[in-house]
């Protein structure tokens, strides 16, 4: 039998997510980089020939399995249906999905064109453990602590307080999916894995005295049941330093490599 081609990613966004799966999938020979673009295109600089791609449009060319966004809400949302034209589309700024007429398109054009729309589990705790039981969820509520330099409040309209611990949101997984996208693909993803963006919980606690952020989860049955997770983590940036080994991991769950020990 023939050894199976390498599954091809195609990168949009160069940051530090972006450069940090680059740089796992050249360690790793069943993977190879299709393509990488970002915005400012200095930042491709240094890249082995022919990997720098100039303009979005022209990633069907390259043939990619999956494109991988780790940019920015934006750009799911001005590219999303073209990248699941081309091939299957993990967004990492699933916090784009509170959109739901962006959600109900993604999901018509992976329909349309046989391909899917794959959500990565990123840093949610025990994603199996809230999938399995999402019917028999009555309530779910995520909490969030982080050191107010960790949490991006450009899209909220609020202003930033360092002064103290405070509750900077208490709502929706939906609603703070808007009002901070950058920071909460977690919340999102937690949601959309359990009871829903308009009924899970999501609250957002800014503290100067962390130095790690704590995430916490709490689920109850409809059965009686509980399920209570809580997770410490350091950042970088607005990023929890894991993202680059998760993210590697849903990819290779999405293109069917298994570890040598795997759990099922």
Same mark, same amino acid.
């Given at each position: 039998?023939?050894?199976?081609?390498?599954?091809?990613?195609?990168?949009?966004?160069?940051?530090?997510?972006?450069?940090?799966?680059?740089?796992?999938?050249?360690?790793?020979?069943?993977?190879?980089?299709?393509?990488?673009?970002?915005?400012?295109?200095?930042?491709?600089?240094?890249?082995?020939?022919?990997?720098?791609?100039?303009?979005?449009?022209?990633?069907? @060319?390259?043939?990619?399995?999956?494109?991988?966004?780790?940019?920015?809400?934006?750009?799911?949302?001005?590219?999303?249906? @073209?990248?699941?034209?081309?091939?299957?589309?993990?967004?990492?700024?699933?916090?784009?999905?509170?959109?739901?007429?962006?959600?109900?398109?993604?999901?018509?054009?992976?329909?349309? %064109?046989?391909?899917?729309?794959?959500?990565?589990?990123?840093?949610?705790?025990?994603? @199996?453990?809230?999938?399995?039981?999402?019917?028999?969820?009555?309530?779910?509520?995520?909490?969030?602590?982080? %050191?107010?330099?960790?949490?991006?409040?450009?899209?909220?309209?609020?202003?930033?307080?360092?002064?103290?611990?405070?509750?900077?949101?208490?709502?929706?997984?939906?609603?703070?999916?808007?009002?901070?996208?950058?920071?909460?693909?977690?919340?999102?993803?937690?949601?959309?894995?359990?009871?829903?963006?308009?009924?899970?919980?999501?609250?957002?606690?800014?503290?100067?005295?962390?130095?790690?952020?704590?995430?916490?989860?709490?689920?109850?049955?409809? @059965?009686?049941?509980?399920?209570?997770?809580?997770?410490?983590?350091?950042?970088?940036?607005?990023?929890?330093?894991?993202?680059?080994?998760?993210?590697?991991?849903?990819?290779?769950?999405?293109?069917?490599?298994?570890?040598?020990?795997?759990?099922?």
């Amino acid at each position: 039998m023939p050894p199976r081609r390498p599954f091809r990613v195609g990168i949009v966004g160069f940051g530090f997510i972006g450069r940090a799966l680059f740089e796992r999938l050249a360690e790793d020979p069943s993977l190879e980089a299709a393509f990488v673009w970002n915005r400012s295109p200095e930042r491709l600089a240094g890249l082995p020939a022919g990997l720098a791609l100039a303009d979005l449009a022209q990633a069907r @060319d390259r043939r990619p399995d999956l494109i991988v966004e780790a940019c920015h809400p934006d750009v799911t949302q001005a590219r999303g249906a @073209d990248f699941l034209a081309v091939a299957d589309t993990m967004p990492l700024s699933v916090a784009a999905l509170a959109d739901a007429g962006l959600e109900r398109r993604l999901q018509v054009a992976a329909a349309e %064109h046989g391909t899917r729309l794959l959500i990565p589990h990123g840093a949610l705790m025990a994603t @199996d453990n809230l999938v399995e039981g999402r019917e028999n969820w009555a309530e779910v509520i995520i909490t969030f602590e982080k %050191h107010p330099a960790a949490i991006d409040y450009s899209a909220s309209g609020l202003a930033p307080d360092g002064t103290g611990r405070r509750v900077v949101f208490d709502g929706t997984a939906r609603d703070i999916g808007r009002l901070f996208p950058r920071n909460v693909n977690t919340m999102v993803t937690c949601a959309l894995a359990t009871v829903g963006l308009d009924r899970c919980r999501a609250v957002l606690i800014s503290d100067p005295a962390l130095t790690l952020a704590i995430a916490d989860i709490q689920a109850r049955g409809r @059965d009686g049941s509980r399920l209570s997770l809580r997770k410490e983590q350091p950042m970088a940036g607005v990023s929890g330093t894991e993202m680059a080994a998760s993210l590697l991991g849903s990819i290779l769950r999405a293109g069917g490599g298994r570890p040598v020990l795997d759990f099922v």
